[in-house]
Each structure stands twice: as C-alpha cells, then as structure tokens.
C-alpha cells in the first residue's frame, strides 16, 4: 500500500446513496406490510433514522474526514477485494430480506408471535446497540465502511473509548442490533436472515482483524493489549 492511495470521493452519488441507505430503508417493513399504521414499523423506522441523522451530525462535527470517508466509502481505493464481495450483502441485500420478511410477517400475520416482554427487552438492546456504535465511531476517526489500510489519513491503531474492551465494537453493535430488530418487528421470521447477516460480519470480523495484524503498524501490539475481537472472554 503506498500513499499514492486516493481519496473517496463525495459527490452527488454518494448523497443520493447516502439518502436511500438512512430514510428510504428504514420504511421498507411499513411498505412490506402493507398497513401504514403499523406502530412497531414505525417505532423502528423513527429510531433508526434518528439514530442515523444524529451519529453522522456528531461524526461531521467531531471528524469531518471521516464523515468524508464514509460516505465515499463506494469511490475509495485500496477496499479489500473480499470486503467488496462482503459489504453489499451485509449491509444491503440481507438487511433488506429481514426487513421484508418482517414487514410480510406482519401483512400474512406469520405465527409465532413475540411476546410483548421480549419485543419491549428488544428495543433497549437496539437503542444501546445504536449509542454503542455511535460510541465507536466518535472514538475512532479511521471508522471507515470498508476495510482499507488508511494510508492517505494517517491511521494507526486505536484503543480509546469501547476500544479499550473489544477490538471491534463497531461490529458488535451491529450483532446485537440485528438480532434485536426482527424481535421488535414481531417476527422470528425474520431472525433467519439476520443471523446469516451475524454469521458474515463475524467473518468479516476475522479478515479485517487479520488485515490489520499484517499491515497497519501497531494493531498487532495492540491485539496483546486487548486480546478480545467481539465478546470479551469468548473470541
């Protein structure tokens, strides 16, 4: 890798992908549903799409390059070949499944059903998972959306905030979150992707993890600092 590396580019793509990934998505379990007075298709929609206009306010305030980063993310050079085979699926094409699947769950009115308790238990564990990523995401200016050694910005390795626990919090929020969302949404259904979704991130987990060791200068001391990628005793 040599610095030669260019920027992402932020431009009116970028914007547009931007605006379908954080306020058209989120509505996808209403329009699957078909019942525009679903209160839980709602309460998700409103809180991921809060969620998401509040963690990129905070990023472009506290780091602007990495608000750049991010959301040129599509444009960036130097991407892992098997992150580019990753990042579509876990990011687009099995969420979308879950939350169709969820949204037809509800239209079809799919049994089992969640129990109240657990649906309620559900949207905590979202909300934490969300400022748990946001958490990340302030602490860490390289949080890019695609794994790439960040030579043109500098990047080190990073042990600040929920770095200091886990190697990868950004993923962990992700996990729970996922499993979390089908819970809310009333659908077990729905629980079917979203595990494929967790079963590719832990992978991706892996290689980015081994990535760093190789290539970024520190990581591997920090790995012997803090010795846990996901869940601290576990892995």
């Not at 991407?79 to 979308?96: A, Q, S």
């Not at 949080?143 to 990868?168: K, L, M, W």
Request: a positive charge.
């Amino acid at each position: 890798m040599t610095n030669t590396t260019k920027k992402p580019r932020l431009g009116a793509r970028e914007l547009i992908r931007a605006l379908a990934f954080f306020l058209i998505i989120p509505l996808v379990p209403l329009l699957a549903a078909g019942d525009s007075g679903w209160s839980r298709g709602w309460l998700y929609a409103l809180i991921t799409i809060g969620m998401s206009i509040l963690s990129r306010v905070l990023i472009f305030k506290k780091s602007p390059g990495l608000a750049r980063e991010r959301a040129g993310y599509a444009s960036a050079e130097g991407v892992k070949p098997w992150d580019k085979k990753l990042v579509p699926w876990i990011t687009i094409y099995i969420p979308l499944v879950t939350l169709i699947v969820a949204g037809l769950n509800e239209r079809f009115g799919w049994a089992p059903e969640v129990p109240l308790w657990l649906a309620w238990a559900s949207l905590v564990v979202i909300l934490l998972g969300y400022a748990f990523g946001i958490w990340a995401m302030l602490s860490n200016p390289f949080f890019s959306a695609v794994v790439r050694i960040q030579t043109d910005r500098g990047q080190v390795a990073v042990e600040a905030g929920p770095y200091h626990y886990v190697r990868h919090p950004g993923y962990v929020s992700g996990i729970f979150t996922w499993l979390a969302i089908p819970l809310l949404l009333d659908s077990f259904w729905a629980l079917i992707p979203a595990l494929a979704a967790c079963a590719l991130t832990i992978l991706r987990t892996k290689l980015e993890d081994q990535t760093l060791i190789e290539e970024l200068p520190g990581y591997k001391e920090y790995t012997q600092r803090t010795r846990y990628r996901l869940l601290p005793g576990v892995w």
